[in-house]
């Protein structure tokens, strides 16, 4: 619409009327402020809000931007609802420049900061944070007596009231009230640490949720149907294989759409996730039961974890933060934090009871009282040279005494009689295990003992050294119940 269009619009005088600039979001806090302005002004001031029915907004059926900047040019005042600055603010921003052309009717720009940040453009100008009581103060009492407050219109709306009154101060009061019941907390810098889906979910469910708790009150609602997916971080998206999530996403149609890209796959995840949030929704603390999901185009697999709720009264809704941690965690641990120290572990000293003395049936006997299904055997500078398996031993022998060349004494058979007898048994009893260092992790030996199937305990070390003292001992017990 050209300036010529509008000269003499604007060379006439203008009623009263404050243009409200917000994201639909917003449209509880816009709510506020236009309940606010029409209870103080009778209605006098007229107040153009596009996300509500009952305020001048744009007609059905014609150009939207050509509404609005009408609407603009004949507001003499524009209040912006600022709220986050992750938000997309491109509409407003273009709605306060039209406002504030110079070629249009002088227009009073309001920004309502309504976070601890402020928008970048408006940095410099007054601004009323509608935290604080003063501030609204500031602004009721302009509003409603300053003179100058509308362009054109040339009086005060309530000319009467002394700007320092209880009257203005009651009105004041009646708006911060309002505000508060309706604008975000504040909020600070935050990130995930893990991939992050925020979902979301509307009051009214969360109202149903609660009456299903109560006696009686049965189970009818298909949570997956419901659930919003507000937002998926980059590393969400990346597993979920997904370049950009489209506006309106449910969780049924992101689990439906991940299912078609990881076929054979079950949606144990998504029923986890919903369990977590009917109970979150309800006040209870939400049971995790590990569903697992599998990475689009890869192998590695996530658990959904519930890690934070939000209500959301600008949106009428509850948020929930649902981070993507990895199921293999194997990475993630040390070593040092799952062996089993060297202080804790029954072994045989050589150095003080050398293989040459210590008797076979002595050993069994000691590995059937400790109830020790493996041994260690290390020399006077604690380093690991046999693990004996009190199997093997056993079958050594049971062997022996069944030998049908005739009666076997056993009583005097001593390991290393037993090693030289049997070479497999001795290779398997020196080399049936791994060394990692101090610092890796248990991933690290996760691999030792899937290359080997003979390989069913790790030595920890220093620096993984075989000719270094024991630090601690993972079996293939432990990682079993690590892992599980």
Known sequence: MSSDEHAQPAMRHREPMVFISHKHADRAIAEAVRGFIERRTNREVLVYQSSSGEAESPDIGRSLTSELKEALWKAGVVILLYTSEDQDWQWCMWECGVATNASSPDTRLIVFQCSVEAPRVFQDQVRVTVRESEDILKFVRSFL???????????ALAPRLPPTGDEVREAAEDLHKSLSLVVPTVEVAEWAAQPLIRLQLPLETVDKLSAEARPGGGS????????????LDQ???????????SPGTKLSGLAARWLEAVPGQTLEWVRDVEAQLRRAA???????????????????????LLTRVRRVPALRALQFDVNLLPYDDLVATKVTSRMLPVSEIVCHRIDQVPLS???VKDLAYRLRRDRLTRMLFIDGEKRVRLI??????DHYLSSKITESSGDVDISTTTVADMLEDDPDLKLLFENSFGFVPASARMTEVNAIMCNDRNTQDVIVTETGGRDEPIRGWITNVMLAQHSS
Request: a neutral charge; charged letters at 25%.
């Open 282 to 304: 309800r006040g209870e603390i939400p049971t995790v039961s590990w569903g697992y999901m599998r990475e689009v185009g890869g192998q590695a697999r996530y658990a959904p």
């Open 220 to 231: 009818s609602i298909e949570l997956g149907d419901v659930i919003a997916v507000s937002f």
């Open 235 to 245: 590393q969400a998206k990346q597993i979920f294989g997904i370049a950009e999530l």
């Open 357 to 359: 003395e210590l008797k």
């Open 388 to 393: 004996v398996h009190r199997s093997m031993v």
């Open 145 to 155: 007596t300053d003179p100058r407050f509308f362009p054109d219109l040339g009086r």
